[in-house]
Nanobody, 122 residues
Framework: QVQLVESGGRLVQPGDSLRLSCVASGGTLSDFAVGWFRQAPGKEREFVATITGTGFATTYADSVRGRFTISRDNTGNTAFLQLDSLKPEDTGVYYC???????????????WGQGTQVTVSS
């Protein structure tokens, strides 16, 4: 069973950048599409970005398109989310998830990491 571990979240100021990592173990990440989701306090988990197993196709939420970049290194069994031009409304716990298909609903993913906290505040 594939397990996912996220890292890279921390407190940053508006306009800063972060790179989140999602490392897979117990399986081959290239067999799966990877999605990134986030959840702010008191809100539902929302879609951020997804990438296919080959890395050839990506999809972004409107709120992050042009600021965030999803990528993957299948050799290293790792997926990434580059967050640029961060805003306070980007604050939340960021989760990576894996499934056979690249989809945008959290309900479609069965493999999840534990999350990493991103806080954007001055």
């Amino acid at each position: 069973q594939v397990q996912l571990v996220e890292s890279g979240g921390r407190l940053v100021q508006p306009g800063d950048s972060l790179r989140l990592s999602c490392v897979a173990s117990g399986g081959t990440l290239s067999d799966f599409a990877v999605g990134w989701f986030r959840q702010a306090p008191g809100k539902e988990r929302e879609f951020v970005a997804t990438i296919t197993g080959t890395g050839f196709a990506t999809t972004y939420a409107d709120s992050v398109r042009g600021r965030f970049t999803i990528s993957r290194d299948n050799t290293g069994n790792t997926a990434f989310l580059q967050l640029d031009s961060l805003k306070p409304e980007d604050t939340g716990v960021y989760y990576c998830a894996a499934d056979r298909r690249a989809r945008t609903s959290p309900a479609d993913y069965i493999i999840w990491g534990q999350g990493t906290q991103v806080t954007v505040s001055s």
